[in-house]
């Protein structure tokens, strides 16, 4: 069975720092794109970045790019966010994905998803 449990999020000021976890098992993590998305309130689910895809390599949204790192340990079947320099405008559930055949970030790729964590920035 597929699972994927995100944690790490929190409440941090502007300008502070958080590290989101992706805790992956079920499938073997090399084969495997694994995603972060974002859904504010009131607005639509967004892709933030996305590791192993791509034709093997990781994607930053615009929004990110410069301010979140996405990282993976294969001894622990585990993708980070780290995510840096916070602005309000990043306060967001975050969720992590996994795919065995996604190429990007479109969520429409994605089958298998956590339960979400909050990340509030407060400015």
């Known amino acids: 069975e597929v699972q994927v449990v995100e944690s790490g999020g929190g409440l941090v000021q502007a300008g502070g720092s958080l590290r989101l976890s992706c805790t992956t098992s079920g499938f073997t993590f090399d084969d495997y794109v694994i995603g972060w998305f974002r859904q504010a309130p009131g607005k639509e689910r967004e892709g933030v970045s996305c590791?192993?895809?791509?034709?093997?390599?990781?994607y930053y949204a615009d929004s990110v790019k410069g301010r979140f790192t996405i990282s993976n340990d294969n001894a622990t079947n585990t993708v980070y966010l780290q995510m840096n320099s916070l602005k309000p405008e990043d306060t967001a559930v975050y969720y992590c994905?996994?795919?065995?055949?996604?190429?990007?970030?479109?969520?429409?790729?994605?089958?298998?998803w956590g339960q979400g964590t909050q990340v509030t920035v407060s400015s």
């Open positions: 994905a996994a795919d065995g055949a996604a190429w990007g970030i479109n969520e429409y790729e994605y089958d298998f």
């Open positions: 590791i192993n895809c791509l034709d093997g390599t990781t």
